[in-house]
């Protein structure tokens, strides 16, 4: 890990809270991640953060605490899994906690 101080962690965010969260924790954790600004030509239901660490790359789709997927992001998740991709939902650091652990 590098010398930068651990994140802190507010509670009941709004998304781009969480995605500032999610984004600087797995940051801190050795983990190169981007976000996904959705637009005109971007793919139906892209995911909002890829990281990617020693070869492995998650699709991250954020919600709020209460948040719920749409019918297209379901079917975005659908097909790239299908294809072998790795796609999870966080409303929270804590979805992404296990890829913290993660060495690779």
């Known amino acids: 890990m ?8 507010r509670h009941n965010p709004t998304e781009n809270e969480v995605r500032a969260q999610v984004k600087e924790y797995l940051q801190w954790q050795g983990w190169f991640v981007y976000y996904n600004l959705a637009g005109l030509g971007s793919y139906p239901g892209l995911s909002d953060l890829v990281a990617v660490k020693a070869g492995r790359v998650v699709h991250i789709e954020l919600k709020r605490p209460t948040g719920k997927q749409s019918e297209v992001q379901r079917q975005f998740q659908a097909e790239l899994e299908a294809a072998g991709g790795e796609y999870l939902v966080a409303r929270g650091v ?3 906690e296990h890829l913290g652990k993660w060495r690779g």
């Open 2 to 9: 590098s010398g930068k101080s651990k994140p802190k962690i």
């Open 94 to 96: 804590a979805d992404v």
